[in-house]
């Protein structure tokens, strides 16, 4: 009952927080924060979903919560520790900040909508993509800290975690053949679909070989930690990405048929979401993905990870403030002497997240001038093969890069 009434206090103030620190887990209160946030975004994220039926189509074209980020990046410029009055707003009046959120909603729907749905889609074509540059980073920092960790483990003499890495290098491996296979009968199986073909085969040739690279001698004596698993889950991601990409294209019975008519059996030509208030199935998929990318980036802690850099980490919230023994079991301040990651950089990650999630319901369609009518635009086929490319891109470097850089430290 404490810690209810003291997440009460939370949204109301700052101060307040102290009395659901004194009940809740023992951890720092820069991660409880943004866990917050990412929890604030996840019922917008849910909201939105709900809104996404034909009277309310036109709101999702108006997304308050990249206002708010935008507006919290601002005003958390040069905060560099928790006594700045400002840190306050970062830490606490929840309350208030779901009411501004509601605010700008509100308000929004007194912008005319003519001319300006179809612009700020393509502003949300943009920063979506650049959304999609920071998850990519996130989510192959995240495979090369879960294959560390395990690694790391199984060589303290933990035989579960050696079968651990072994069960899922496998499962990825086999569950991204069969979607190769399936991507050639559904998508790649004829002469006309010839781009289709491209995509498949060039990403499936490119695992291939950033999966042999990774567990090459030379990788090995400088980068002793790449293996299999995390080539096996870019592999999966990739692939994933693929079918995103061929799924929004424009619907073709022999090259693009409905997911849902391949399920059923039935018309293969129906698209499976045209914004009147159904979501496709590569985007609960691609949202699944970035939410808990979203948990991953407010739960690192390492200043040397992509993740951590991503968000300014300091150094103090990686050793964290000693706690005394009394304290043990509640939160405590670990920004007394300066702030645990860069706030300005966090809430505009936050910011592109927004346009992001927006993207993704609305399946990258664009609108038209009403905003009540979506159609297909190539722009989302080529934002989401390029970014098959880059993960690629991205993940064969942080494989070689030691080899290259032997004096740095990665």
Known sequence: ??????????????????????????????????????????????????????????????????????????LML????????????????????????????????????????????????????LFILVQLILLIDFAHSWNESWVEKGEEGSKIHYCGLIFFTTTFYIVSIVAIILLYVYYASKPACGLNIFF???????????????????VQNYHSTSGLLQSSFVTLYVIFLTWSAITSEKPNPVCNPSWYGVMKGGNLTEYEATGNGSVGVTSIIALVIFFGLIVYSAMTSSTKSSGGKLLGISGNEETGTPVP?????????????????NYSLFHFMFFLASFYVMMTLTNWLKPS?????????????WVKIASSWT?????????????VFRNRDF
């Open 1 to 74: 009952m404490g810690c209810v009434l003291g997440a009460f206090g939370c949204c109301c103030g700052s101060a307040a927080c102290s009395l659901c620190c004194a009940c809740c887990p023992s951890t720092r209160n820069s991660i409880v924060t943004r866990l917050a946030y990412g929890m604030l975004l996840l019922i917008g994220m849910f909201t939105s979903w709900i809104f996404l039926i034909p009277s309310f189509a036109r709101t999702l074209a108006k997304f308050s919560l990249a206002c708010f980020f935008f507006t919290m990046m601002i």
């Open 78 to 129: 040069c905060v560099k520790r928790s006594k700045d009055p400002r840190s306050g707003i970062q830490n606490g009046f929840w309350l208030w900040k779901i009411l501004a959120i509601i605010g700008i909603c509100v308000g929004a729907f007194f912008i005319p909508n003519h001319g300006f749905a179809p612009a700020l889609m393509v502003i949300g074509t943009i920063c979506g993509f």
């Open 200 to 218: 498949v085969t060039i990403n499936f040739v490119l695992c291939i070989i950033v999966s042999v690279v990774s567990v090459l001698p030379t």
């Open 325 to 341: 023994k009394s304290e043990s079991g509640k939160s405590y301040d670990d920004e007394e002497e300066a702030v645990a990651y």
């Open 369 to 381: 001038n009403d905003a009540q009518n979506f159609r297909q635009s190539d722009s989302a086929v």
């Open 391 to 403: 993960c690629l891109a991205l993940y064969f470097w942080s494989v070689i890069a030691p080899c």
